[in-house]
């Protein structure tokens, strides 16, 4: 059974780090590509990263990039979300996903976790 | 860049159907879509992948009574029989080859009545 277990989140000021883990298991991890998605409270779904499979390459929203840096460590089969420099507006739910990448630019998230709670506020 | 456009809120009675619809910007009729379905406080699950010619493969465990199909800019989502459990929120995503990354519709509220 695939599951993803994030952790990490909580309460920190604006300007604050934080750094959100996902534990992967039911799977070979090494062979996904990985994602973030966050749910702003009451809002919708937006993608905030990937990463490909080797961690050869990260992809980022434009409102993250330069502040967020995704990770995937293989060998402990664990995904990261190093966030610097937090805003009010990355206030959110945090998802691990299992990306279903058929080509670029045809991109899924076929698993998610239940999410850690982020909040950035003085 | 590609836009999602979701109707907020749709009804439907126990045991009825219901058709979600997810509707492509201009210019982008010819991008696959994914549905996901979020119950209240639990992560989304992926039900399907709609291409613009209708056909679809499903997440695992998909029960039958969830299809997709597709005309043009719009993608469709047609669940059957509804049960309580599928009152929940819906949303549809694509990626944009623009490159500004995976984006998602606004969400459908879907009330089982």
């Known amino acids: 059974e695939v599951q993803l277990v994030e952790s990490g989140g909580g309460l920190v000021q604006p300007g604050g780090s934080l750094r959100l883990s996902c534990a992967a298991s039911?799977?070979?991890?090494?062979?996904?590509?990985m994602s973030w998605v966050r749910q702003a409270p009451g809002k919708g779904l937006e993608w905030v990263a990937n990463?490909?499979?080797?961690?050869?390459?990260?992809y980022y929203v434009d409102s993250v990039k330069g502040r967020f840096t995704i990770s995937k460590d293989n060998a402990k089969n664990s995904l990261y979300l190093q966030m610097n420099s937090l805003r009010a507006e990355d206030t959110a739910v945090y998802h691990c996903?299992?990306?279903?990448?058929?080509?670029?630019?045809?991109?899924?998230?076929?698993?998610w976790g239940q999410g850690t709670p982020v909040t950035v506020s003085s | 860049q590609v836009v999602l456009t979701q109707s907020p809120a749709a009804s439907a009675s126990l045991g009825a159907s219901v058709k979600l619809t997810c509707t492509l910007s201009?210019?982008?009729?010819?991008?696959?879509i994914g549905w996901y379905q979020q119950q209240p406080e639990k992560g989304p699950r992926f039900l399907m992948k709609?291409?613009?010619?209708?056909?679809?493969i499903k997440g695992d465990g998909i029960p039958d009574r969830f299809s997709g199909s597709s005309s043009g800019a719009e993608r469709y989502l047609t669940i059957s029989s509804l049960q309580s459990e599928d009152e929940a929120e819906y949303y549809c995503?694509?990626?944009?080859?623009?490159?500004?990354?995976?984006?998602f519709g606004g969400g459908t509220k879907l009330t089982v009545l």
């Open positions: 990463i490909r499979q080797d961690a050869s390459g990260e």
């Open positions: 996903a299992r990306g279903l990448f058929y080509s670029n630019y045809d991109y899924y998230f076929d698993y």
């Open positions: 709609i291409n613009s010619d209708g056909s679809h």
């Open positions: 995503q694509t990626w944009d080859t623009g490159g500004t990354g995976g984006v």
């Open positions: 039911g799977f070979t991890f090494s062979n996904y590509w």
């Open positions: 201009s210019g982008h009729s010819s991008n696959a």
